[in-house]
Structure formats: C-alpha cells, structure tokens
C-alpha cells in the first residue's frame, strides 16, 4: 500500500516533519515535554494508518504540537 493510499498527503508529511523537528530541537532540554510530543506523534500516525484520521485533521493535529512544543 503506497503512502498517498493510506492518506499521507505532501502537507501532512510536511506537517509531521516539521513536528518532528521542533521536538527533536528541545533535545534533553526539556524531557518531560519531549517525551509528550513524541508520544502525540506516535498516536497521530497510528491515526492516520488506522484511517480515524484525514489528511485535514492529521495535519491540524501535528501543527497543534509544533504550536505546544
């Protein structure tokens, strides 16, 4: 199954990258909240393969943790 079949849009993977780089930024400066984005990533992309979530929504949620961190 290719990604754009599980709905992993050009935005959404740019949306997710760019949460990715944001908590990866925080590296050991900030645990507690680095270990909470990487787990909201985690649950967001289990969403996405799932299908719960849309490509609009999934790409909501990942900026809503760049916005957080």
Do not use: Y
């Amino acid at each position: 199954m290719s990604r754009s079949q599980r709905g992993w849009t050009k935005d959404l993977v740019l949306a997710r990258l760019k949460a990715q780089a944001t908590i990866d930024s925080l590296g050991a400066r900030v645990p507690a909240t680095t270990a909470a984005g990487k787990i909201e990533l985690a649950r967001i992309v289990g969403d996405i393969e799932s299908g719960r979530l849309s490509p609009a929504e999934a790409t909501a949620r990942f900026n809503a943790v760049t916005s957080r961190v």
